[in-house]
């Protein structure tokens, strides 16, 4: 997945929608910069420890905390709808992958802390953990931006968006709108020296 078809532009969204869209092209460009680091660790270069804690940072506290909750309620409200009773497999398969990415963040945590600490058998390991947890993140916004939602969009009213609008606290973007310096130093000097790739 590259980031064209992301962009691509998607008509008159509704103003929650997009900013989930827009949060998934932030997420994009984290999964391919974590990619190209992954691709540098298996090249044998050194590994940038802690440039991988922040990505994994942003990604556990944002989206998982500010981003899968509130498409987690915009979700339940659409795929309530009778219309939706055929798409109840997509639903439950979406609501168990922002529950295997937390899973596999972890993981992939618990493997860099421990390379972090000199196990040096855990290099490989901290591939194959970051790669699975990249791997999952793409596919996953794949299908929410081709599946979910249009789905989403043609079912909910104004009404709804009216009611979900009031209703969620969508957090603000710790790095890539208010660029938390003293959070993701390393991750922050990363993006802006690799602004055209
Ligand atoms: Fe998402």
Redo the contacts with the bound molecule.
């Keep these: 997945m590259g980031l064209a078809p992301l962009e691509k532009k998607r008509g008159d969204m509704r103003p929650l929608l997009e900013k989930?869209h827009k949060?998934?092209i932030n997420l994009a460009r984290l999964l391919d910069l974590m990619s190209h680091e992954l691709d540098a660790l298996s090249a044998g270069h050194e590994a940038n420890f802690d440039l991988k804690i922040e990505m994994l940072d942003y990604i556990e506290h944002y989206a998982e905390q500010s981003?899968?909750p509130t498409?987690d309620q915009v979700n339940k409200v659409a795929f309530r709808k009778k219309s939706m009773k055929e798409h109840k497999p997509l639903y439950e398969r979406i609501t168990k992958e922002h529950s295997d990415l937390i899973g596999l963040a972890r993981n992939y945590r618990k493997t860099l802390e421990g390379a972090m600490q000199g196990e040096v058998l855990l290099r490989e390991e901290v591939e194959t953990r970051g790669r699975e947890f990249v791997a999952l993140q793409r596919q996953?916004?794949d299908l929410?931006e081709q599946e979910v939602f249009p789905l989403v969009e043609s079912v909910l009213s104004d009404k709804d968006w009216q009611k979900l609008e009031a209703e969620i606290a969508h957090g603000e973007d710790p790095l890539f709108n208010r660029q938390d310096y003293n959070r993701f130093r390393s991750l922050i000097d990363y993006l802006q020296a690799h602004e055209d790739e």
Excluded: C
Aim: proline residues 0%.
């Design positions: 989930l949060d998934h981003h899968h498409e996953h916004i929410e």
